[in-house]
């Protein structure tokens, strides 16, 4: 069974910067793409930005391009997440989940089997 643990949430103010961390031990083959999600409060649950395996480019949702950046290990089996310049509108609980591949439809949170619990992330003076 794959488990992804996430960490590095927390409290930051408007500007400032948090990296996240998605470990997933135990990786699975066949399983190449991990992806971020966030769902704020009364909202739906947002792609935020995935990479895969073998996959030409990464892949980030709109409202974050040119500010948050994804990347992982050597190893393969940690992803990071790079939030800079933070908005309070990105506040919200952070998922990573994996799936087979991360593809034009990355941002489909049906296409990924196995998640983590999340880590909050609140921007907020």
């Known amino acids: 069974q794959v488990q992804l643990v996430e960490s590095g949430g927390g409290l930051v103010q408007p500007g400032g910067s948090l990296r996240l961390s998605c470990a997933a031990p135990g990786f699975t083959s066949g399983y190449n793409g991990i992806a971020w999600f966030r769902q704020a409060p009364g909202k739906k649950r947002q792609g935020v930005s995935c990479i895969g395996i073998g996959e030409p480019m990464n892949y980030y949702a709109d409202s974050v391009k040119g500010r948050f950046t994804i990347s992982r290990d050597n190893a393969k089996t940690t992803v990071y997440l790079q939030m800079n310049s933070l908005k309070p509108e990105d506040t919200a609980v952070y998922y990573c989940?994996?799936?087979?591949?991360?593809?034009?439809?990355?941002?489909?949170?049906?296409?990924?089997?196995?998640w983590g619990q999340g880590t909050p992330v609140t921007v907020s003076s």
């Open positions: 989940a994996k799936a087979e591949r991360c593809g034009t439809r990355w941002y489909i949170s049906s296409n990924y089997d196995y």
